[in-house]
């Protein structure tokens, strides 16, 4: 089952949901009758109609806690598992999307590049400030490069074709450069 959003989770990222449209109830009372997670995607404006107005690629979830919101809305906290392509989506009648799907490999875990350390400062800044993200983990992994990439492409706004390329690659040395060009490195004096 497909969980469209304008925001993306990786593999051992968190994130909190409010689950309020029908099929998206139904997807979660599923999850929790199968002991089974759902795949999360980032929705695609750029004008492709449903149901491949979605990124080709996603992540698995898993969801790891639930509260009835002070609204009365459903919210979820989930954690990635792993990532997928997209091999054939279909619709059910309520407009939830369901797909076949190839697992992708896990990016190995590498220390962070001294070149790269000013985006490892700059996350760990974010967090220090906005005590509501962190508070999503137990630790921190400030120097690994794989937490710190995607922990980042978690945060800011990607587009499909970004987040579309970084999730086939092999590792994540593409995504270090890619954060590396939208966050100002420290000026020299």
Known sequence: MLFPLRSV???HGKLKLR??????LRMVTECFRNNQGFGMCLINDEGAPPPRNVSTHGTYVNIVDFEELEDG??????????????LQISTDVDGLRRAN???LPPWPTAEIDAEFEYVSAHLR???ENF?????LYDSCHFDDAVWVAQ??????PLKVSHFDFLSVQANSDEALVFLSHAIEAPKSH
């Open 9 to 11: 989770v990786f593999p």
């Open 19 to 24: 689950i309020f449209e029908p099929r998206y």
């Open 73 to 86: 809305m459903l919210g979820i906290t989930v954690v990635g598992d792993r990532t997928f392509e997209t």
């Open 101 to 103: 799907v190839n697992w």
């Open 125 to 127: 800044s974010v967090y």
């Open 131 to 135: 005590p509501q993200i962190s508070e």
């Open 151 to 156: 922990r980042w492409l978690e945060l800011l």
